[in-house]
């Protein structure tokens, strides 16, 4: 039955190359459509690429598919933040319990996997086909090739997974009651570099995510397996200081040396990144429907999200293991399977929106803060003692991939305001050991 259903991909991205593997396994006949060339062939765009978080959630989906050992073997295991002060020392924080940790993986490599796995199964990839123009009635696609050739096809099915300026999300915007928001925050971010050492060694902590925190921006860098750290700088694009301030090679120097001082010793080609690449900005966007006839949104033509949390890959790939799912459940019934998916992927895509934008406060205000760090010490002592009844939000999102995003958000603020009163009792600092930890935990309950 599936064979003659021909569904069509909109974005050979990770979603939708994830996603055509688990069509094409299901069955159908999938064609995606990518207004970009081949990456295997013209080379990765770098510059302008968040190296990724990979976690549980997007763990798991891969494990379906058959590709979570793959991927493993070129990623690199962080098991803790390590905080850089402006005197370079370090400070460190765990991200869950022993054992547990996020996997530091690029962007490019991970999507190169999923391509060939998808060729693999028989899925067409369409590269250099710019779509433009989607009809919803009829679910016929038009794109223009490289050649400017233009051709309309028609599918049973057609899914936007083209990111955050979605082509077919553009189509949906033009319908009845289609409810659309877009909010950039104040910040935007540059790829900068740390070469390897000799012999490809680490400059800095192989298994861990850095940060510099300095309460407006910051910058992070995360490993790559040649030895490498991809670094971004996340900084206001106006104000003092910001992306408008340094203008010039002498200003960019000073401020680096002066704000991340163990970090610019690391960078030799620090002037011709900060240069060369692209300040890029970060948006958070919220639609609703995602389906309309025989149209589906996903990933982040659906929910796009900040970087904050590392989860926006990982709940995209979320989102193809549940619609596989439902496509279980429902016996490949799509017009009970489209409404389902919404229902029950819209609540969670909004929480983890939330949690993202809060955690980029977290991450440049806090990580570096006494009382915040006390308070994750008070917080890691809770779920040692009871480890099924408080679970640290991180923990939560990251290490807890069946709980949904909505349930975490939803705990993590009856935590917060639980600890805002911990912290307020006198002398915490000193007396956290001796809190009747039993009683904090039952009033959660």
């Given at each position: 039955?599936?064979?003659?259903?021909?569904?069509?991909?909109?974005g050979?991205?990770?979603?939708?190359s994830l996603?055509?593997?688990?069509?094409?396994?299901?069955?159908?006949q999938?064609?995606?459509?990518?207004r970009?060339g081949?990456?295997r062939?013209?080379?990765y765009?770098?510059?302008?690429?968040?190296?990724?978080a990979?976690?549980?959630?997007?763990?798991r989906a891969l494990?379906e598919?058959?590709?979570?050992?793959?991927?493993?073997k070129?990623?690199?295991?962080?098991?803790r933040?390590?905080?850089?002060?402006?005197?370079?020392?370090?400070?460190?924080?765990?991200?869950g319990?022993?054992?547990?940790?996020?996997?530091?993986v690029s962007?490019?490599a991970?999507?190169?996997?999923l391509?060939?796995?998808?060729?693999?199964?028989g899925?067409e990839?369409?590269?250099?086909?710019?779509?433009?123009?989607?009809?919803l009635?009829?679910t016929?696609?038009?794109t223009?090739?490289?050649q400017l050739?233009?051709?309309?096809?028609?599918?049973?099915?057609?899914?936007?997974?083209?990111?955050?300026?979605?082509?077919?999300?553009?189509?949906?915007?033009f319908?009845d009651r289609?409810?659309y928001s877009?909010?950039y925050?104040?910040?935007?971010?540059k790829?900068?570099?740390?070469?390897?050492?000799?012999?490809?060694?680490?400059?800095l902590?192989?298994?861990?995510?850095?940060?510099w925190?300095r309460?407006?921006?910051m910058m992070i860098?995360?490993?790559?397996?040649?030895?490498?750290?991809?670094?971004t700088?996340?900084?206001?694009?106006?104000?003092?200081?910001s992306?408008?301030?340094?203008?010039?090679?002498a200003?960019?120097?000073m401020?680096?040396?002066?704000?991340?001082?163990d970090?610019v010793?690391?960078?030799p080609?620090l002037?011709?990144?900060?240069?060369?690449?692209?300040?890029?900005?970060?948006v958070?966007?919220?639609?609703?429907p995602w389906?309309k006839?025989?149209?589906l949104l996903?990933?982040?033509?659906a929910?796009?999200?900040v970087?904050f949390?590392g989860?926006g890959?990982?709940?995209?790939?979320?989102?193809c293991?549940?619609?596989?799912e439902l496509?279980?459940?429902?016996?490949?019934?799509?017009?009970?399977v489209l409404?389902?998916?919404q229902q029950?992927?819209?609540?969670?895509?909004d929480?983890i929106?939330?949690?993202?934008?809060?955690n980029?406060?977290e991450?440049r205000?806090?990580?570096?803060?006494?009382?915040?760090?006390?308070?994750?010490?008070i917080?890691?002592r809770?779920h040692q003692l009871?480890?099924?009844?408080w679970?640290?939000?991180?923990?939560?999102?990251?290490?807890?991939?069946?709980?949904?995003?909505s349930?975490?958000?939803?705990?993590?603020?009856?935590q917060?305001k639980?600890m805002?009163e911990?912290?307020?009792?006198?002398g915490i600092e000193?007396?956290w050991e001796?809190?009747d930890?039993?009683?904090?935990?039952?009033s959660?309950?």
């Amino acid at each position: 039955m599936n064979k003659s259903k021909h569904i069509a991909i909109a974005g050979a991205g990770l979603v939708g190359s994830l996603l055509s593997i688990y069509l094409a396994k299901r069955g159908y006949q999938v064609s995606v459509f990518e207004r970009r060339g081949d990456m295997r062939s013209s080379g990765y765009e770098g510059g302008r690429s968040i190296n990724l978080a990979l976690s549980n959630r997007g763990i798991r989906a891969l494990d379906e598919v058959g590709l979570a050992e793959e991927i493993k073997k070129v990623a690199i295991p962080m098991h803790r933040r390590a905080m850089h002060d402006r005197e370079g020392n370090l400070t460190y924080q765990p991200y869950g319990k022993e054992g547990q940790f996020i996997n530091s993986v690029s962007r490019g490599a991970l999507n190169i996997v999923l391509m060939n796995k998808a060729e693999e199964l028989g899925v067409e990839f369409n590269f250099q086909h710019r779509i433009t123009k989607v009809d919803l009635e009829s679910t016929t696609l038009t794109t223009i090739d490289s050649q400017l050739s233009t051709v309309d096809r028609k599918f049973d099915l057609i899914i936007g997974s083209d990111g955050a300026f979605s082509a077919v999300r553009g189509a949906l915007q033009f319908t009845d009651r289609f409810d659309y928001s877009q909010d950039y925050i104040d910040h935007g971010y540059k790829e900068l570099h740390i070469p390897p050492g000799a012999a490809g060694a680490f400059k800095l902590e192989k298994n861990a995510l850095h940060i510099w925190p300095r309460e407006s921006f910051m910058m992070i860098a995360l490993p790559n397996p040649d030895g490498s750290f991809t670094c971004t700088l996340f900084f206001p694009f106006d104000g003092n200081p910001s992306f408008s301030k340094l203008k010039t090679d002498a200003e960019v120097s000073m401020f680096f040396e002066s704000t991340f001082t163990d970090a610019v010793e690391l960078m030799p080609t620090l002037l011709e990144d900060y240069n060369t690449n692209p300040t890029s900005s970060l948006v958070t966007v919220r639609c609703y429907p995602w389906v309309k006839n025989n149209t589906l949104l996903i990933g982040d033509a659906a929910h796009a999200i900040v970087p904050f949390f590392g989860q926006g890959m990982n709940a995209g790939f979320e989102d193809c293991r549940i619609l596989n799912e439902l496509l279980n459940q429902f016996n490949d019934d799509w017009k009970k399977v489209l409404p389902a998916f919404q229902q029950s992927r819209k609540q969670d895509a909004d929480a983890i929106a939330q949690l993202a934008l809060d955690n980029f406060i977290e991450m440049r205000d806090l990580v570096a803060d006494a009382d915040f760090l006390l308070r994750k010490k008070i917080e890691a002592r809770l779920h040692q003692l009871y480890p099924t009844q408080w679970i640290p939000l991180y923990s939560m999102v990251t290490f807890h991939d069946s709980m949904p995003y909505s349930t975490a958000y939803e705990t993590g603020q009856k935590q917060k305001k639980i600890m805002d009163e911990v912290m307020k009792q006198p002398g915490i600092e000193k007396n956290w050991e001796s809190l009747d930890f039993k009683a904090i935990v039952k009033s959660l309950i």
